[in-house]
């Protein structure tokens, strides 16, 4: 205890001792320093950085409310109990296994470690990186409080009942199949792997992008909280009820029909598929990306001298809606806006077009009464 007493001593690093514990309220860095061993209760209110030391055990009674960057140093072991506060760093030590009721409030990483398999009861409230790590699978129930990254890592296999609240990183992985219930409470990128199909009760919270992949349907019980990207997917029908909180495309797709009761958060991309029309009940925050020519229900005038523009009108949330110019909203709305923006003949020819469309999309859905949402 003496040496390291002295050492924070010649650091400058204020320290007070209650009932025999050694209380460090600072960032402690010992990298380089020659010290060892570690005093036995040590409680750290900061960051412990032993990086490039040859302290070979973490003593007794030991804890540490920020990092713990342990990164080629000459520890071979963890205790039991250990919490981290922040995030442990474990790349370059010959640690070999984690140990029982590890908790750890930041990040782990496993990267270029010998730790081959995961204990029961872990607990991680960031991220859990294992890009060249030595595991193979993951314990059922895992929680993870941040993201799981298994880029370029031998599992094959995702536990059952997995609970990632980030992102869930599969590129380059082993991965070809992903287990029932999963919970990823970000981004779930799937694109291009080898994965074929997708679990029921899916849930991502972020987007999924499932571009360029194999999978021939979705889930009946199915959620993206983001973006659902299925542009070049093999997908030709799309679930009733489904409903997507961001973009939504499928472009490039051969799905040929929207289903009942769809709801886009954002944009929807129908360009380059077979559908032709919209669904009576469709809903869509945003705006919908279409080809013109090929959607029946829809009626729209082109504008400018080149007719590079389209204004159109369709039936979406229950009543007519007008997108044009970036546009998407209510006619209403649509009029508002090309008044404040626009010159005022420019202006007048724009909401003489939109009335048009309304009232030719009126007789062509047979609507007995002009609507406007």
């Not at 070049?232 to 051969?254: C, D, F, K, M, W």
Request: aromatic residues 6%; charged residues 20%.
């Amino acid at each position: 205890m003496e040496k390291f007493l002295e050492l924070l001593n010649k650091k400058g690093v204020k320290y007070c001792i209650n009932d025999n514990k050694i209380i460090v309220n600072n960032n402690l860095n010992l990298t380089k320093k020659g010290i060892c061993v570690l005093p036995d209760n040590l409680l750290i209110n900061g960051d412990l950085i032993l990086a490039h030391t040859k302290i070979e055990a973490l003593p007794k009674n030991f804890s540490v409310s920020g990092d713990l960057d342990l990164t080629d140093s000459s520890i071979q072991l963890l205790p039991d109990n250990l919490s981290v506060g922040g995030s442990l760093y474990l790349s370059f030590t010959h640690i070999k296994e984690l140990p029982n009721n590890l908790s750890i409030g930041g990040d782990l990483y496993l990267g270029n470690t010998d730790i081959q398999s995961l204990p029961e009861n872990l607990s991680i409230g960031g991220d859990l990186d294992l890009v060249f790590s030595e595991l193979k699978e993951l314990p059922d129930n895992l929680s993870i409080g941040g993201n799981l990254n298994l880029e370029n890592t031998e599992i094959e296999i995702l536990p059952r009942n997995l609970s990632v609240g980030g992102d869930l990183y599969l590129i380059n992985s082993q991965i070809n199949k992903l287990s029932e219930n999963l919970f990823v409470g970000g981004d779930l990128d799937l694109a291009y792997t080898n994965i074929q199909s997708l679990p029921e009760g899916l849930t991502v919270g972020g987007d999924l992008d499932l571009r360029n992949t194999n999978i021939k349907q979705l889930p009946e019980k199915f959620s993206v909280g983001g973006f659902l990207n299925l542009r070049n997917t093999r997908i030709q029908t799309l679930p009733e009820h489904l409903s997507v909180g961001g973009y939504l495309s499928l472009a490039n797709t051969q799905i040929q029909a929207l289903p009942k009761n769809l709801f886009v958060g954002e944009h929807l991309n129908i360009q380059s598929t077979k559908i032709t029309s919209l669904p009576e009940n469709l809903s869509v925050t945003r705006g919908i990306y279409l080809d013109i020519d090929q959607i029946q229900n829809i009626a729209y005038r082109k504008t400018g001298e080149d007719n590079s523009q389209i204004i159109f009108a369709c039936w979406v949330n229950s009543a007519f809606a007008i997108q044009a110019m970036d546009f998407f909203g209510t006619l209403a709305d649509f009029e508002k806006m090309v008044d404040e923006n626009y010159s005022e003949e420019n202006a007048i020819k724009y909401k003489k077009m939109a009335n048009e469309c309304i009232k030719e999309l009126t007789i062509k859905l047979k609507k007995t009464s002009l609507i406007v949402n």
